[in-house]
């Protein structure tokens, strides 16, 4: 068994998840499987978003897990 988390804007692009950024950033605004699609580039280019994403995913599912035991 695994579980997978994703974070994206999907108000962007053509509102189907792909375009996750502003278009200045990766490829026209898509980071997922492209060459952009590392650590080093996220946090350099958007510095403390993978921390707070990954701290709020790690909360909400702590929370979960112990209250609904």
């Not at 509102?15 to 502003?22: F, L, M, P, S």
Request: negative net charge.
């Amino acid at each position: 068994p695994y579980t997978s988390f994703e974070a994206t804007n999907w108000g962007l692009g053509a509102k189907d998840g792909y375009t996750q950024v502003n278009e200045n950033y990766g490829v026209s605004g898509e980071i997922w499987h492209t060459m952009y699609d590392n650590i080093e580039y996220i946090d350099k280019t958007f510095p403390g978003r993978c921390d707070s994403h990954l701290y709020t995913i790690v909360s909400i599912l702590k929370e979960i897990l112990t209250k609904y035991q």
